[in-house]
């Protein structure tokens, strides 16, 4: 029963949901793939195989804008360098005189003309960039998966505060209503966090 929920479950959170560069993920060899990941019968081996189904989300845009490597946030689709120039400033709001809230409010704005190149400005209560040590930028989906289990570098979290914080968040769940313009990140966030759950029901293991 279980293996056929989670069959269900991870086919339903990359069958049809858009990639991070805005294509329809569903191919037949992705659907294929994704049916394979819940009939792994080994256990660490399906839990390696969950975790890299966990990192299309986390690498796609509408994370990684905002866990540079750098201290300028990335922008678009294509996670190009923030314009106009923004910087991460000692707590990752911005520097004094241009924190990141002096243009992004609590919600996403729709602009009214169409002269800028972007359709909305995205905007949260907690706007700013993740700490330097949970940066994914530039790192293999390996070493992804190990910082976000080290409690030295994801905040002090152990697997179940990691586990509310990405199934929870609702900095996090702006990927999912990132305002017009904007490709939502693939699936849903509770389709998110029920992976996570099996991947740390399998032992957490990274690939
Ligand atoms: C607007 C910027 C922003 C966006 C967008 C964003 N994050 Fe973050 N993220 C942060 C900040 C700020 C923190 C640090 C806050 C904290 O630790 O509570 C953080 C911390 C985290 C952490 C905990 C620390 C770690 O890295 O282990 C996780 C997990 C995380 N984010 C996941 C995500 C996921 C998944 C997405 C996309 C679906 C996402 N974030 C999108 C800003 C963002
Ligand atoms: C001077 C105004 C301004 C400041 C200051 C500013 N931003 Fe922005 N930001 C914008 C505008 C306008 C957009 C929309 C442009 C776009 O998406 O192409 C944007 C878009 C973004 C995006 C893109 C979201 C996505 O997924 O595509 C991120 C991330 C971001 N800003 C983070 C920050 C952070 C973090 C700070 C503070 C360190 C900050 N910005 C400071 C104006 C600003």
Not at 30 to 41: A, D, H, K, M, P
Not at 55 to 61: M, R
């Amino acid at each position: 029963m279980r293996f056929a929920t989670l069959t269900l479950l991870v086919a339903v959170t990359i069958s049809g949901a858009p990639t991070y560069d805005g294509t329809m993920a569903q191919t037949a060899a992705e659907s294929r793939n994704t049916g394979q990941v819940s009939s792994i019968v080994d256990r660490p081996a399906r839990s390696r195989a969950l975790f890299s189904e966990i990192a299309k989300v986390l690498t796609g845009p509408r994370c990684m804008n905002c866990h540079p490597s750098g201290d300028e946030p990335l922008q678009g689709e294509g996670r190009h360098v923030h314009r106009p120039v923004a910087l991460r400033g000692g707590s990752n709001d911005g520097v004094p005189g241009l924190p990141c809230a002096s243009c992004h409010s609590d919600h996403n704005v729709t602009l009214l003309t169409a002269e800028a190149g972007y359709r909305s400005i995205p905007g949260h209560p907690r706007w700013g960039l993740a700490p330097i040590e949970m940066a994914w930028e530039g790192k293999s989906v390996g070493e992804i998966c190990r910082q976000l289990k080290d409690p030295v570098r994801n905040g002090g979290r152990d697997l179940a505060l990691l586990h509310q914080h990405i199934a929870r968040d609702d900095l996090v769940g702006w990927a999912w209503h990132p305002g017009a313009g904007r490709q939502p990140a693939p699936g849903t966030q509770k389709q998110l966090g029920d992976l996570v759950g099996a991947w740390i029901e399998s032992g957490a293991e990274c690939p």
